[in-house]
């Protein structure tokens, strides 16, 4: 491209002065005058710009195919997309994520810059749109209504793929913690207070369990985006696209994305529908609250060194304090709750947009994808850090955990159905009271010896109680 004098694009609000670089045009111009609010620009979210890229390469194979665009516009148009899915040109991409207009400008900037790309693959100079028009040519049988959406399931479906893989990743490290600590005794606690015995490895198990349910939870909203409404152009009608395109478009664009994308069944409601983003921000919101919770568990059960819970130890990562020694902090789990907020935050912002369509189409689309966008990607990335950075160094408190369960006068429990709840109570009052332990006290009490105390409190007894039912027969 001439790098040395801009070029004239014109629509039908005037003319403006587009750098000789650009691959975008005018429409893209007048969006960045108009829309200046995050500075957080659509190259930012790379699967967007691949999926809008899928899509218009699709319409173009399609187009083809209906005589709508000849065979020469069609392959440039289709190798300055595969450009794009390459990861070409996505800095130019400019317009803000945060955009009036139902996503017109970000379909606009796609248009504009596949139709420059495409002419210079041909040998022509940006802007001969005579040759090659963003929206006679790159955007034919479509609408930004149709277009837009679509993109965003290609996009949040792409986005869900990492999550669930980072998810995965995080469980299976959770997998082996708790075969790592299978026979670690703990005492077990319900409202913060002592409860029963467990071992550190149910504990852990749990965490993987927890997970494991968020991610069938994430593929079962994952399908409810499958279907799009490409064709239907701007309300659902499918005017100006020409007959059989819907039919022919979807299934190239599941061909060439690899998204097993389908027809809706009604266009013109599909066109103002948008639960299914509803449905899938409140899975991620189910994950988060579950991640923050295991991350609240990781940071009391590591509290310490001397004052806390102290039953893990979490990886040291980073000083924790510029004025206190030696401190260090759980790190890892507080960034992890704090995308987690984020991602709460972001589901009510994405039902406040649903909410507020009108009538054939809702304008809101452009925050909703950016809100969806930010919570698949970041709470992949803090299920990464929080399995390399944290889990996989975790560490069982081993002298204190041993120490805590000789003690506990939790371990009465298990007694109840060998001596009875009112033998059990007198050795929990009397063991606290004395700072004896529970096997001593038993003995002391003439209720059962030490010996035989300590053959019934083992980890496969203390953690399956009922085993101790069967040995008392």
Known sequence: MNE???RL???FLGSKHIPSH???GVHTARAVDNFPITGQTVSQMPELVRALAHVKKAAAAANARLGVIDASRAAAINDACEDLIAGQLHDQFIVDVIQGGAGTSTNMNANEVIANRALEHMGAD??????IHPNDHVNASQSTNDVYPTALRLAAWNGIEQLLA????LRASFERKAEEFRAVLKIGRTQLQDAVPMTLGQEFATFAIMIGEDEARLREARELITEVNLGATAIGTGINAPAGYSEIVIPLLAEFSGVPVVRAANLVEATQDTGAFVQLSGVLKRVACKLSKVCNDLRLLSSGPQAGFGDILLPARQ????IMPGKVNPVIPEVVNQVAFEVIGNDLMITMASEAGQLQLNAFEPIMGWALFKSTKHLANACKTLQVNCVEGIEANHMILSKRVAESVTLVTALNPIVGYEKAARIAKSALAT???IA???EQLGIMSSAEMTALLVPENLTQPIRLVTLNR
């Open 4 to 6: 040395l004098n801009p």
């Open 9 to 11: 694009e014109t629509d």
């Open 22 to 24: 650009a691959y975008w």
């Open 126 to 131: 940006p802007g001969s749109y005579d040759l």
């Open 166 to 169: 980072a998810m995965a990743n």
């Open 319 to 322: 000083a924790g304090s510029s």
């Open 435 to 437: 700072g004896n332990t």
């Open 440 to 442: 001593a006290t038993a």
